[in-house]
């Protein structure tokens, strides 16, 4: 073993690591809002990466399932959803147990007992269960059946996909609420074996009264940042719960999309204004897109679907919507003037063609923007917006107030355009409109951009002392999409 002086105090090293940069968000996560009791009010939202684990929690009858299988249906296909729970009746109160091991869940735990008991209060009311007699039973659910008999007020079921028992008020609103299950004062305590102690269950949730589509989607807002689009899968929304959501999405300070499908045939009379597409046309929404399907009242799930998997990190990745298929949507047959009639309210349809092919047209928001190119953009400002707070976040020392401090900014808003480029987004072109430090208008991006940072002689003293930057400038020229083609064919003979 070596003895003697540290080395240290003649060579001294040490590391520093450099913090781990933040993550850019996910522009292809969408967030499917449904009335199924399957999320409580707490949990409120839950990632999926696929239809199975939908069908085993929701059931394939539910409107969640119907809406993700169109998401998931979408060639290539989506990597992530996100379900959320909307409360549109009043809720019950429910305790979800604690997740019982394999052997916890062994029948033998169960048939010893001929005298179980447990305490818990339901709707502020003490219960008292005896008595329940589990020796003849076979599954867990039999077993819950049991312990339901015994307790007025509330039932108990076992899930078998979450490998817990759940405990649920008969009740629902404000004053349903439910207590962890305590041991009896006589008997076999059960409330240690189903998990509903306060050692092994999760916090009771309160019953809540019924709430607005809006109320729902702000607490979603609240609550998780992850999600970008958004759609609702639930019968019976009002178009004015449609319409507040909408105004929501537009006025939040984090960018994210609506999606709404209009069944609603008045959508293809070109003299009414009051359907949900001439109404969100009128508002100019630039975050709100609407679909006319006759037969599914999810099909902008369809829609996302195929929007969602474009991966911005790619090299020529971007997309329009338009000309894409909606697997699982049942095409629209209609005429030239309906068709029109649609264009005019920027109403988007799954049509068909008299070659037999069907297509998504026209692929724009509520304004008249193109969905690629909000979608696009949207991409293009958080990349910008978290490469340069990398930059400042993982500097080991500072970002000098120097043009040379400004040039370490541009050079890192560069690199997320030259990303954009090479994703599709941004190309060469002509500047088209109002220029700005060099650039002109008429004048050509050769790169698809241009990024002007002035002398940081010409900042204004109280910003320096504010230790901001100069105002930095980006000028980005959308690569766009063919959409139409017209052909002159002159022949002579």
Not at 45 to 67: C, K, L, M, N, V
Not at 107 to 112: C, D, I, P, V
Not at 380 to 387: C, G, H, R, S, W
């Amino acid at each position: 073993m070596a003895k003697g002086l540290s080395v240290n105090g003649v060579v001294n090293v040490t590391i520093n690591m450099s913090p781990m940069a933040a993550g850019r968000r996910n522009f292809g996560a969408l967030l499917i809002v449904g009335p199924s009791p399957v999320i409580d009010t707490a949990e409120r939202i839950r990632e999926y990466a696929g239809i199975e684990g939908i069908a085993q929690d929701f059931g394939t009858s539910s409107p969640e399932y119907a809406a993700a299988s169109l998401f998931f249906s979408q060639a290539p296909k989506p990597a992530i959803v996100y379900l959320g729970r909307w409360a549109q009746t009043a809720s019950a109160a429910v305790l979800h147990g604690g997740v019982l091991s394999a052997a916890q869940q062994q029948m033998s735990n169960f048939t010893s007992i001929t005298d179980g008991a447990f305490k818990i209060d339901v709707d502020g009311v003490s219960k008292t269960v005896t008595a329940v007699d589990l020796s003849a039973e076979t599954n867990l659910n039999g077993v819950a059946s049991k312990i339901t008999a015994k307790l007025t007020g509330a039932t108990v079921v076992w899930d078998a996909v979450s490998k817990r028992f759940s405990v649920t008020s008969g009740t629902t609103g404000v004053t349903s609420a439910l207590g962890y299950g305590t041991a009896p004062t006589s008997g076999t305590d059960l409330s240690a074996l189903i998990g509903i102690t306060s050692a092994t269950a999760s916090a009771p949730v309160d019953g809540v009264a019924a709430e607005s589509l809006l109320d729902c989607v702000t607490a979603l807002a609240d609550m998780s940042s992850e999600w970008y689009g958004l759609m609702v899968a639930a019968p019976g929304v009002a178009e004015a719960d449609h319409l507040a959501v909408a105004a929501f999405i537009e006025a939040a300070s984090q960018s994210r999309v609506y999606g709404v499908t209009t069944q609603n045939p008045n959508v293809l009379d070109p003299v009414t204004t009051a359907d949900i597409a001439s109404q969100m046309e009128a508002a100019k929404y630039k975050r709100t897109l609407c679909q006319y399907s006759s037969s599914s009242p999810y099909a902008i799930a369809s829609l996302y679907g195929r929007a969602f998997t474009v991966d911005f990190t790619g090299n020529n990745t971007t997309i329009t919507l338009k000309f894409k298929q909606e697997p699982g949507v049942v095409a629209e047959t209609i005429t030239e003037s309906q068709a029109a009639t649609l264009k005019d309210k920027n109403c988007n349809v799954f049509v068909n063609y008299n070659n037999d092919t069907a297509i998504i047209q026209e692929g724009v928001m509520a304004n008249g923007y193109f969905i690629d190119e909000v979608h696009g953009t949207d991409w293009l400002q958080n990349a910008v917006q978290t490469d340069v707070y990398n930059l400042l976040y993982q500097s080991q020392t500072k970002i000098p107030q120097t043009d040379e401090g400004n040039h370490l900014i541009v050079t890192r808003i560069e690199q997320s355009l030259v990303q954009a480029v090479t994703n599709g987004l941004v190309a060469p072109g002509t500047w088209n409109v109002d220029g700005f430090g060099q650039l002109r208008q008429g004048d050509l991006l050769p790169k698809g951009f241009y990024v002007f940072a002035p002398p940081i002689s010409t900042q204004v003293q109280s910003d320096r002392e504010a230790r901001k930057s100069v105002p930095i400038q980006v000028a980005a020229k959308l690569a766009g999409a063919i959409h139409s083609v017209n052909v002159m064919i002159n022949v002579n003979r």
